[in-house]
């Protein structure tokens, strides 16, 4: 078996989504996804320029060979854009393996070790109280974990703090960059409140999980991590920027409050200090960002050892194929922790046909072979590229801060 064709797909189904489609000489494809929010044609270029001409010809069977063929050969290893490529067709030849074995994609990872896999959903708001309601309607519709983020008073509305969230209304992305305004001690007081109000409402059952957004320092986030302790949370997610590994030896040191980062890293080398050190409890690399099932798997085996769980990033901003990908490892691996998964607008989840499915609160991968996840190139061809962009941050003097 040789790879003949390798197409890359843009298409915008309600968001930018860059998709591989591996073509093999005996008419086996596979689906990989590439998707590098706000910096998607990067990814384009580095697939269709530097990477698809050096794989006509290949067997496509060779996973782990084209992995380190891709990752050592480049000469330039990691960064985003470069993880990504290599993982869109990373993701697109286990696909091919599994269709080849006539398995779905987690026999091959290992096998079953879950019958179901535990995701949480966001809830924002603009105060308390709507956050509260949120989260009511949201466990009545079956979710055992929820994230619950609530605006600021006094800073309008921003990412991660209320309903500008709502990714599946396109909240976060605008097609031109937008500025937001952050304040760390008008935060921090109000977060203890948020969660004293929802665990008086929804009691001790249910996961409750809450996002820093990179926006705090190392002891800001020790405070926070103690204040929260009273609540239980099951994580406090991107507490500082995560370049600095030793800064979480900060947190650690201070807070019994369990600790997930990782959604931007791209390998394991980005984890070693955070993990050897039992520094965290999740990683939350996920399938596109991080070199792909290989990438990943690598990742979640190393961190096994240290006991730490896996909780792959899964936000509308990574497309079905990555949340495919991600169900199959999740469903495979001892060291499962939880998965993130905000679910789809219609048009993505009519552009992407899904054979994996989500009920109430938990993800099922599919029966049928490969990772589940395929695309309609005509009815893509009909969702052109749009130019979109995260926002930035300042502080309320005007410089920019992390977000
Ligand atoms: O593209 C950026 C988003 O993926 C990210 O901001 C979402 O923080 C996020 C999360 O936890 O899903
Ligand atoms: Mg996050």
């Not at 050592?72 to 490529?85: E, F, L, Q, S």
């Not at 990412?159 to 960059?177: C, E, F, L, N, R």
């Not at 409140?193 to 809450?210: I, N, S, Y």
Request: hydrophobic share 40%; net charge negative.
């Amino acid at each position: 078996m040789k790879i003949k064709e390798i197409k890359v797909i843009v298409c915008s189904p309600g968001r930018n989504f860059v998709t591989v489609k591996v073509i093999t000489d005996e008419g086996v494809y596979g689906i990989g996804d590439g998707t590098v929010n706000g910096r998607e044609l990067a990814v384009v270029s580095y697939l269709k320029d530097h990477i698809a001409p050096t794989l006509i010809g290949k067997d496509p069977l060779r996973t782990e060979d084209i992995w380190q063929y891709l990752y050592k050969g480049a000469y330039w290893r990691r960064g985003p854009i470069t993880m990504a490529a290599i993982a869109a067709i990373d993701m697109a030849l286990w696909d091919i393996k599994a269709k080849v074995a006539n398995m779905p994609l987690y026999q091959l990872l290992g096998g079953r070790s879950r019958d179901k896999v535990m995701i949480y959903k966001h809830v924002g708001g603009l105060d308390i109280s709507e956050v509260t309601e949120g989260v009511i309607a949201m466990r009545e519709q079956g979710l055992d974990a929820i994230r619950a983020q609530v605006s600021i008073p006094g800073l309008p509305p921003i990412y991660g703090t209320g309903p500008s969230t709502d990714q599946a209304a396109g909240g976060m992305i605008k097609p031109m960059v937008t500025e937001e305004v952050w304040a760390t001690h008008k935060y921090m007081p109000l977060v203890p409140k948020l969660f004293e109000k929802l665990r008086d409402a929804v009691g001790w059952d249910v996961h409750l999980l809450h996002d820093v957004h990179h926006r705090l320092t190392p002891i800001e986030a020790a405070r926070l991590g103690k204040d929260l302790e009273p609540y239980r949370l099951f994580w406090l997610e991107d507490a500082v920027p995560a370049e600095l590994q030793e800064g979480f030896r900060i947190i650690r040191q201070h807070t019994t409050q369990p600790l997930a980062v990782g959604e931007i890293f791209n390998s394991v080398y980005d984890t070693t200090t955070l993990i050897q050190e039992q520094l965290i409890d999740y990683i939350r690399v996920t399938a596109v960002h991080a070199g792909g099932v290989t990438g990943i798997k690598k990742i979640f085996d190393f961190a096994s050892i240290y006991h730490v769980k896996s909780a792959c990033h899964g936000p509308m901003d990574m497309s079905p194929a990555t949340m495919g990908a991600n169900i199959h490892v999740d469903t495979a691996i001892n060291n499962f922790g939880i998965q993130e998964f905000t679910g789809y607008t219609k048009e993505t989840y009519d552009v992407f046909k899904c054979d994996w499915r989500y009920d109430r609160g938990y993800l099922y991968p599919n029966e049928t072979p490969g990772h589940g996840t395929d695309i309609d190139e005509d009815l893509a061809a009909k969702y052109p590229y749009a130019a979109a962009y995260l926002p930035v941050a300042r502080l309320e003097d005007g410089s920019m801060t992390s977000w």
